[in-house]
């Protein structure tokens, strides 16, 4: 038995599904899942129901995470047709702009090439104008703002990147209008050869774009579904053996591991038209650990793109006095009633892995201790929310 101590691990994508969807996960429910995986800050994405696209419901929303969450959680605004960049005003308290371009769960797809050209221009500006008004202030360390510098003056005044959610066709879309903007672009979910290849060659090119793959991308394929069935359904869809061969040749070009946690109740999974989504938090570490095991990844790889990397992209406080310990030798089948999630299930069931989190400590006080959640609701801190 090998007990490893490491930082506490960030999910940069997570549905945390509140307000709205409660019965499917809630802050506390998603949080203490994220704490059990030896997660300590999660992302939540805007598609809940009112979507976070405007000051009222982000601030509605940070109110809900800041009285039930057990770890931190970071809040993105999303980009609706109806609200348009209502969220401006409150963009820096973000993690980053979620524009989903492609299928997806809810109702927040854009498909107008128009709306995308506001979306990154507003963003842009908004990021700029900040940079500005934080410089004349002497707070920042933009020394200018002219057109070259403004790339890194938006990261430099902690002003997320647009993230996207875009398949096929609407990946080089994205990439053009980032780079047209200027505006920094991280790729949820990359999932096809053809997708992370073009990725690859952007970033030879100097396009300022960050991508991320989730586990179920990398461990299971289309291959799984007849298994799987509803269980292994998800947008983007499980796709080719070859495609995911893809992304393990790739995987220097990939910058974050994220699981996408999409929890839906098992009755939602067994209807006739399944909502698409699995639930993932708190087996991202166990499963990257296997492949540790395996040979496949190492220890440093995990922490580039679980720690370090979204902490950089996204601008993340550091969390001090927080580790995890994971016994990496204890090896056990992961089962849907050993989930904390409120959905109850993981399509990695009957997988054996490795890495076992015995203890999670958050900012000097023990969180978890490998069976219960000790840490008291409203102990997780929402993030930018003093600027
Ligand atoms: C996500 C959800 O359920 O919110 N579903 C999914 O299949 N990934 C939405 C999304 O991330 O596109
Ligand atoms: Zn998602």
């Known amino acids: 038995m090998a007990t490893v101590r490491l930082p506490g691990l960030i999910d940069a994508h997570v549905h ?15 949080t203490a899942a994220a704490l059990a995986g030896g997660v300590t800050a999660v992302l939540d994405m805007p598609n809940t129901v009112p979507p976070t696209d405007t000051p009222a419901r982000f601030a509605e929303k940070a109110a809900l995470a800041a009285s039930k969450a057990v770890c931190d959680v970071g809040l993105f605004v999303g980009a609706t047709t109806d609200q348009l960049d209502a969220y401006l005003p409150i963009a820096q308290r973000a993690c980053g702009l979620k524009i989903y371009v492609s299928e997806t769960f809810g109702s927040l797809r854009i498909e107008d090439l128009g709306l995308l ?14 940079a500005l008004s934080l410089s004349k202030g002497g707070k920042s360390q933009v020394a200018d703002t002219d057109e070259r510098t403004t790339q890194f003056a938006i990261r430099n005044s902690q002003f997320g990147p647009v993230a996207v959610h875009a398949e096929e066709l609407m990946l080089p879309v994205c990439l053009n209008l980032s780079h047209l903007y200027g505006v920094p672009l991280h790729i949820v979910h990359v999932t096809r050869r053809s997708e992370i290849e073009l990725i690859r060659r952007a970033k030879e090119q100097g396009y300022p774009v960050t991508c991320e793959v989730t ?6 394929s289309s291959d799984d579904l007849s298994r799987l069935g509803a269980r292994g359904d998800m947008r983007p869809r499980l796709a080719a ?7 393990w040749e790739n995987l220097p070009i990939v910058d974050i591991f994220a699981t996408d946690h999409a929890p839906h109740t098992l009755t939602e999974k067994a209807l006739p038209t399944p909502p698409p989504g699995v639930p993932g938090v708190e087996t991202l570490l166990p499963l990257l650990l296997t492949a540790v095991h395996d040979g496949r990844l190492t220890l440093d790889d995990i922490l580039l793109r679980c720690v370090e990397n979204p902490r950089r992209i996204y601008g993340l406080p550091p969390q001090p006095d927080t580790f995890v310990e994971v016994d990496v030798d204890a090896r056990y089948e992961l089962t849907d009633a050993s989930q904390r999630t409120k959905a109850g299930w993981t399509p990695f069931a009957g997988h054996s892995v490795f890495g076992k989190v015995e203890k999670v ?19 997780g801190k929402v993030l930018f929310q003093s600027v």
Do not use: N
Not at 16 to 30: I, S, V
Not at 121 to 130: F, I, M, N, T
Not at 215 to 220: G, I, N, S, V
């Open 16 to 30: 945390l599904r509140e307000p709205g969807y409660t019965h499917k996960e809630d802050f506390y429910t998603g």
């Open 117 to 130: 050209h506001r979306f990154f221009r507003s963003w842009r500006e908004r990021a700029a104008g900040d």
């Open 215 to 220: 586990p179920h991308h990398l461990f299971l």
């Open 241 to 247: 053996p070859d495609d995911v061969a893809a992304l």
């Open 361 to 379: 400590t958050l900012r000097g006080q023990v969180a978890y201790d490998g069976h219960r959640i000790l840490a008291e609701p409203g102990s």
